[in-house]
C-alpha cells in the first residue's frame, strides 16, 4: 500500500490474473455474465498462513520459506526461486559471485 492505493509486483501480477480468468470465463467456458474479483486483504506476515488456514482468505502470497510445520498447515506451491536466492541491487557493483556471499546479510 502506498497511501491507500494498492501497489507492487504481487498486485500487479494478480490484477493481470483477474483480467485473463474474466477473458477465459467468457471466451472458453461462455460464462459472460460471471466476474471473478480479486480483493486483497492486508494482514501482517505472522498472521498470513493462520489466517488462510482459518479461511479468511483463498490464496497467501508471500516469501516465505517451506518448512514441515508450514505445509502441514497450508498447500503450498512450488518455490518459484528455489535456494533461497537473494537479489539485491547496490550502487557498487561485486566483481565476482563469491563477493556477494561474503556481503550476504
Known amino acids: 500500500m502506498n497511501k491507500g492505493v494498492q501497489r507492487g509486483a504481487t498486485y500487479d501480477l494478480f490484477q493481470q490474473f483477474e483480467k485473463d480468468l474474466n477473458k477465459r470465463l467468457a471466451k472458453e467456458l461462455k460464462l459472460k455474465h460471471l ?7 492486508p494482514v501482517a506476515r505472522d498472521e498470513l498462513l493462520l489466517a488462510l488456514a482459518a479461511g479468511k482468505g483463498d490464496i497467501a502470497v508471500a516469501n516465505l520459506t517451506i518448512t514441515a510445520e508450514r505445509q502441514k498447515l497450508v498447500d503450498l506451491s512450488s518455490p518459484l526461486y528455489p535456494n533461497n536466492l537473494i537479489i539485491e541491487a547496490r550502487a557498487k557493483r561485486a566483481q565476482a559471485a563469491g563477493q556477494l556471499k561474503s556481503q550476504r546479510r
Open 35 to 41: 466476474k471473478v474479483r480479486v480483493v486483497f486483504i
